[in-house]
């Protein structure tokens, strides 16, 4: 069962919001975006609560984010939801996504991201390993992961703030397969599951996979992410609703069960 996931926490789980409980306040940040990303009753899987975005018509326009901290973070506004001493190379995170039937426009570009945050005074991001959709008609169906490194080759970190794109090295994007937007998945829900590993010091041996309803979908290996950086590992973790042209149409879509890892997670039935 997904409602009441998280009562029965597996092995390796650092997180699990199934939204039956209010957890909003241990993210470091919730985003709500004037009341368009919110907990709502009978919004989630069978029937339960879950999360549900809003979208707008205006383009460069949020719809709301969650943003978790865990492990070891370089300042205290990054509040982890674990002991805040593990420093992580390696997760897992997954969620379950449902996009309505009259649902248009593809995959509304954001859905999650792992990242490093290592400055004291910034957000300057040693990595980032995002999942979104593809951006025009021809590939907004499908979900992609597209590292980023936000350090050189070697190690020292480039990045000075968040985002920081003159300083990112992007490692190469990979489409997934399965057609997740397209009309005939509307309508139902989606097991959205994602791994991160950080490269061996001075190894180019990173991975970055998908896997949609328990079935691969997208992979990258073969990563030199972070050089020979090693300070602080993977500390964040992000639901996001952000939509680079803005949507279509004012329209909506529900996220629930988000479960954060350093073991495989899977997908109940």
Wanted: aromatic share 14%.
């Amino acid at each position: 069962m997904l409602a009441y996931e998280c009562r029965q926490p597996a092995a390796g789980w650092i997180w699990c919001d199934d939204f039956e409980s209010d957890r909003l306040a241990s993210y470091f940040e919730h985003d709500n975006a004037g009341g368009r990303f919110t907990r709502v009753a009978g919004v989630g899987a069978e029937g339960s609560a879950g999360m549900r975005a809003i979208y707008a018509t205006s383009p460069q326009t949020s719809s709301g984010s969650l943003k978790l901290a865990l492990g070891r973070t370089p300042q205290p506004y990054f509040r982890p939801v674990d002991g805040g001493t593990a420093t992580y190379r390696e997760l897992y995170w997954r969620l379950y996504v449902r996009y309505p039937a009259d649902w248009q426009g593809g995959g509304a570009d954001k859905l999650s991201r792992a990242t490093s945050f290592v400055a004291a005074d910034s957000w300057a991001q040693a990595m980032i390993a995002h999942v979104w959709s593809g951006g025009d008609s021809g590939s907004w169906n499908y979900l992609f992961v597209d590292p980023a490194s936000g350090t050189d080759t070697v190690g020292a970190i480039r990045t000075t703030t968040y985002n920081d794109f003159p300083n990112l090295r992007w490692l190469g994007a990979a489409r997934g397969t399965a057609q997740l937007f397209a009309p005939g998945s509307l309508g139902r829900w989606h097991c959205v599951e994602a791994h991160a590993r950080l490269n061996d010091g001075g190894a180019a041996n990173g991975l970055f996979e998908l896997w949609v309803d328990g079935q691969p979908d997208a992979r990258r290996e073969g990563l030199n992410w972070v050089g020979t950086y090693g300070t602080y590992g993977i500390n964040a973790v992000f639901v996001e609703n952000y939509w680079n042209a803005g949507s279509p149409v004012v329209q909506e879509r529900y996220i629930d069960n988000l479960v954060v890892s350093t073991q495989r997670i899977g997908c109940p039935a």
